[in-house]
């Protein structure tokens, strides 16, 4: 049965973290990327950043061959970047064990990542790699997503159901929307962005062990 970990990095240890350096108030979103020996070219949203200067510092790495945007709005791009991933001990930690990027979403001082191995085994030989890379990172959750056990909450931590229960009681989701993040970040005593990234976890944890958790089993 496959696993699925949850595992916060320090951006500067791998260099996809090196290279898309996230400055204060700034995000990236992995939108797709499949790593595979030697290159990789992912899709990535970058919010809220100066354009021409973060083009610019990705340019400057000699991993990267090429970087171009594919769409641009007024508080966001999404760019394609074709890179050598070779030289990243963390992308090649994942291809070597057979895993599967589902997340990925970079701060400033850390990128936090949702993975899928097929075993247990699998997710412990990637671990292994990462310690003997001398890689820091934290675990932050593991679950199968299809455990009939998966709680209560169906996966989400308690801070996710406050979050996601807040949201829906104040009209969060509602159209017209009649709440924000901000007023949100109030009320829960967390900032504007942990209030966005706590909600698409609490999404993603809600569907994997539910919709796709039937998927799965074949009902």
């Known amino acids: 049965m496959s696993v699925i970990v949850e595992l916060e990095v320090a951006a500067h240890e791998f260099?996809?973290?090196?290279?898309?350096?996230?400055?204060?108030?700034?995000?990236?979103?992995?939108?797709?990327?499949?790593?595979?020996?030697?290159?990789?070219?992912?899709?990535?949203?970058?919010?809220?950043a100066d354009a021409d200067a973060f083009e610019s510092s990705v340019r400057g790495h000699e991993s990267?061959?090429?970087?171009?945007a594919v769409d641009i709005f007024e508080d966001r791009a999404l760019y394609a970047?074709?890179?050598?991933?070779?030289?990243?001990?963390?992308?090649?930690?994942?291809?070597?064990?057979?895993?599967?990027?589902?997340?990925?979403?970079?701060?400033?001082?850390?990128?936090?990542?949702?993975?899928?191995?097929?075993?247990?085994?699998?997710?412990?030989?990637?671990?292994a790699d990462l310690e003997d890379a001398r890689v820091t990172f934290e675990v932050l959750r593991v679950y199968n997503p299809t455990r009939p056990d998966a709680g209560p909450w169906y996966g989400l931590t308690p801070s996710q159901r406050e979050a996601l229960v807040l949201a829906v009681e104040a009209g969060y989701y509602d159209i017209p929307r009649t709440c924000t993040t901000v007023e949100l970040a109030d009320k829960l005593d967390i900032s504007d962005q942990a209030v966005t990234e706590r909600l698409r976890r609490a999404i993603v944890n809600l569907v994997s062990n539910t919709l796709l958790a039937a998927e799965d089993g074949g009902d």
């Open 15 to 48: 260099e996809l973290g090196r290279i898309l350096q996230v400055t204060a108030g700034m995000r990236v979103e992995m939108e797709t990327i499949v790593p595979a020996a030697d290159r990789a070219v992912p899709l990535f949203w970058v919010y809220e």
């Open 81 to 127: 970047m074709d890179w050598a991933v070779g030289s990243d001990r963390f992308f090649q930690a994942v291809v070597g064990n057979e895993g599967s990027i589902l997340n990925a979403t970079g701060f400033t001082r850390q990128w936090d990542f949702e993975l899928r191995f097929a075993s247990h085994d699998d997710l412990g030989s990637f671990r």
């Open 64 to 68: 990267v061959n090429s970087i171009t």
